[in-house]
């Protein structure tokens, strides 16, 4: 699998490169009320709102400050385009599948384990990110704002 590396706290994260519309460096975002804690904001990418998903406080990590150093990776979710906002985008790379075993605790977010040179690599579940009513939550929320918007 070709998969994109980054890190969020001291964890390295893998996720399939088919899923990456792009990394772009961080952005300011506009506050969605009513939003799910983890949803820092919602910002115009390519002229279509995207909701950029901390994963800090979605992995129940202690949130940091916005910074310059952030970046967001732009993905295909499940239902809409999302900016999982990441302390670092690294690089690409090969994982061999073969190698990707089940996690020891099941976690909803994380689809495999491996071990790499540099040391364990989680394999993101893009499609667990969000569940069916967090879904449906942000599409109100969206929804919302938008009718708000002058």
Same mark, same amino acid.
């Given at each position: 699998?070709? #998969? =994109?590396? $980054?890190?969020?706290? +001291?964890?390295?994260?893998?996720?399939?490169?088919?899923?990456?519309?792009?990394?772009?460096?961080?952005?300011?975002?506009?506050?969605?009320?009513?939003?799910?804690? $983890? %949803?820092?904001? %919602? $910002?115009?990418?390519?002229? &279509?709102?995207?909701? #950029?998903?901390?994963?800090?406080?979605?992995?129940? =990590?202690?949130?940091?400050?916005?910074?310059?150093? +952030?970046?967001?990776?732009? %993905?295909?979710?499940?239902?809409?385009? =999302?900016?999982? /906002?990441?302390?670092?985008?690294?690089?690409?790379?090969?994982?061999? +599948?073969?190698?990707?075993? #089940?996690?020891? /605790? &099941?976690?909803?977010?994380?689809?495999?384990?491996?071990?790499?040179?540099?040391?364990?690599? !989680?394999?993101?579940?893009?499609?667990?990110?969000?569940?069916?009513?967090?879904?449906?939550?942000?599409?109100?929320? !969206?929804? #919302?704002?938008?009718?708000?918007?002058?």
């Amino acid at each position: 699998m070709h #998969a =994109l590396f $980054f890190a969020v706290d +001291e964890n390295r994260y893998a996720l399939p490169i088919e899923r990456l519309v792009e990394v772009v460096p961080r952005v300011l975002l506009s506050s969605l009320p009513g939003a799910a804690p $983890f %949803v820092e904001g %919602v $910002f115009s990418y390519r002229e &279509s709102p995207c909701v #950029a998903v901390s994963l800090r406080r979605r992995f129940g =990590l202690r949130p940091m400050r916005p910074s310059i150093d +952030e970046h967001f990776v732009v %993905v295909h979710g499940r239902k809409r385009i =999302l900016a999982l /906002v990441v302390d670092r985008a690294e690089n690409d790379g090969i994982v061999d +599948e073969s190698r990707v075993e #089940a996690p020891a /605790v &099941s976690v909803r977010h994380v689809r495999g384990v491996v071990t790499l040179e540099g040391g364990i690599v !989680l394999v993101q579940d893009v499609d667990a990110l969000l569940s069916d009513e967090e879904e449906a939550a942000l599409d109100a929320t !969206l929804s #919302a704002s938008v009718r708000r918007m002058p």
